[in-house]
């Protein structure tokens, strides 16, 4: 077992929750963006994007050598993808919008100001929680280093 294991599954993640929190952001920021995408002659407004992430894995190879050698994989996480959230759209009326329809309704966004309130709140949660991790490693390293004295 290698002892940046737990750097690397840490590291991973603090990748991927800053990603998610750029993402928040991102829907936070476009909240009332009327217009996000072009569909043909119509303005589509801006979609709220949400992040998936999935355990990094190896090839099955990789993982069997691993074993056999009696390493721990410790892959930690990736984002697969992030995806537009199906929601529908919300509709005020407000003839006097520029992007109002002929019958004086305007479509906004399917962000949910709380909704993304809690997201970044439980981002931040598990960005700290894996500094801490990262942390208490170092020092179990440390602590194993000074043995040698």
């Known amino acids: 077992m290698r002892l940046t294991n737990g750097f690397d599954a840490s590291a991973s993640a603090l990748t991927a929750q800053r990603l998610r929190m750029d993402i928040i952001s991102s829907n936070i920021a476009n909240a009332t963006t009327t217009r996000g995408k072009k569909v043909g002659d119509t303005w589509l407004p801006y979609q709220r994007k949400m992040v998936v992430m999935?355990?990094?894995q190896s090839q099955f190879?990789?993982?069997?050598?691993?074993?056999?050698?009696?390493?721990?994989?410790?892959?930690?996480?990736?984002?697969?993808?992030?995806i537009e959230d199906q929601a529908p759209f919300k509709s005020v009326?407000?003839?006097?919008?520029?992007?109002?329809?002929?019958?004086?309704?305007?479509?906004?966004p399917n962000v949910d100001i709380a909704k993304e309130m809690v997201d970044m709140i439980s981002?931040?949660?598990?960005?700290?929680?894996?500094?801490?991790?990262?942390?208490?490693?170092?020092?179990?390293?440390m602590k194993a280093l000074e043995i040698g004295r």
């Open 54 to 56: 999935e355990p990094r």
């Open 61 to 82: 190879a990789q993982m069997l050598n691993q074993e056999i050698q009696g390493e721990a994989p410790g892959n930690g996480v990736r984002v697969s993808r992030i």
């Open 93 to 108: 009326y407000d003839p006097s919008h520029p992007d109002a329809d002929e019958n004086g309704n305007v479509w906004l």
């Open 123 to 141: 981002a931040t949660r598990a960005y700290e929680a894996n500094v801490t991790a990262l942390n208490a490693s170092k020092s179990m390293i």
